[in-house]
């Protein structure tokens, strides 16, 4: 009997930046599986067919911006996570149904418990951005029970209508301009993809008025700082990137599609200092 060989994609745009395929090759190599991991990167009319007919012949399908939510408009069936995110990070195929899935909360759960080790919970948080991954760190800090979360939004209108299905009851949503008062925060997250190798900047003028007492995560891990985080370190805070949370989304897909356990603490400690070169 031949060895199965797994079959995995990402699909986005402008995705060679992306880390995914070596965190794939090295939990195929971990698992002693057999396998590999290729890079779609399509213009948006594309995406249905892709979805359609290429994706039945893999195992797995990571989907990242800007598709998340298109994808989730394709799937037959979302998982209770995908559903509530309206964002679907993790797709494939079953028997005749396409199934989405979102790995992005439990990710960003995982990396919030490295960030805040040894602090108090957090009570007040500030997400920056309301999209798919703004939306899956809202629904873990639900989870873990914070009550007072802002999200700063370029678009209130926009970010409120689409935060409604996620129905967290402690929300308020505010423009930009206006989180860069500084709230006594002790968590901040940056959850646009603004700063970022694609779309270099800072999603706000100037950095809040914060100290040691906040800590902060910026979803983005190209670069490994960001403008923002920089600024966030150079006040004293407490900061991590996106990469702790990008391999804790890809373990619990890799899970998902293989039935294999993803040596989660080892890919910490091996591939957090490979992916950042001192
Ligand atoms: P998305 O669904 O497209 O949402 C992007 C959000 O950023 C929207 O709220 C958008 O506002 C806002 N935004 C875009 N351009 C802006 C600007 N110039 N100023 C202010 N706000 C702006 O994308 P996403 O899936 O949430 O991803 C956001 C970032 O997180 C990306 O960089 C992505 O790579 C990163 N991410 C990282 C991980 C990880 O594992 N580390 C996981 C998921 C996502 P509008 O609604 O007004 O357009």
């Not at 994609?9 to 599986?33: C, H, K, T, V």
């Not at 409120?160 to 129905?167: D, G, M, P, R, V």
Request: proline share 5%; charged share 20%.
């Amino acid at each position: 009997m031949s060895e199965k060989y797994f079959r995995f994609g990402l699909l986005g745009q402008q995705i060679a930046y992306s880390l995914s395929p070596r965190i794939f090759d090295w939990a195929l190599r971990e698992a002693g599986l057999a396998g590999s991991y290729e890079s779609c990167s399509l213009a948006e009319s594309d995406v249905a067919v892709f979805m359609w007919t290429h994706v039945k012949s893999l195992d797995g399908l990571n989907v990242t911006v800007p598709y998340k939510t298109v994808v989730a408009g394709l799937c037959h069936e979302l998982s209770a996570d995908a559903s509530r995110i309206g964002a679907v990070n993790t797709a494939y195929w079953s028997g005749n149904r396409l199934i989405g899935d979102n790995t992005d909360s439990s990710g960003f759960g995982f990396a919030l418990d490295l960030l805040l080790k040894n602090r108090p919970p957090c009570r007040r948080v500030l997400v920056i951005g309301g999209g798919g991954a703004a939306r899956a760190t809202l629904l873990e800090l639900e989870r873990r029970g914070v009550r007072e979360v802002t999200v700063a939004a370029r678009d209130t209108t926009r970010a409120e209508s689409t935060l409604q299905h996620l129905a967290f009851s402690g929300l308020r949503v505010v423009p930009l301009n206006d989180c860069i008062s500084g709230d006594g925060y002790d968590l901040m997250i940056q959850a646009t993809p603004i700063g970022s190798v694609n779309q270099p900047g800072t999603p706000v003028p100037r950095m809040l008025p914060i100290d040691s007492a906040t800590a902060v995560m910026d979803l983005i891990y190209a670069p490994r700082e960001t403008e923002f985080l920089r600024q966030a370190r150079e006040c004293g805070a407490q900061t991590m990137n996106g990469l702790p949370m990008l391999i804790a989304q890809a373990a619990a897909a890799f899970e998902i599609w293989t039935g294999v356990r993803f040596a989660l603490e080892k890919a910490m400690l091996e591939l957090l200092p490979e992916f950042s070169p001192r």
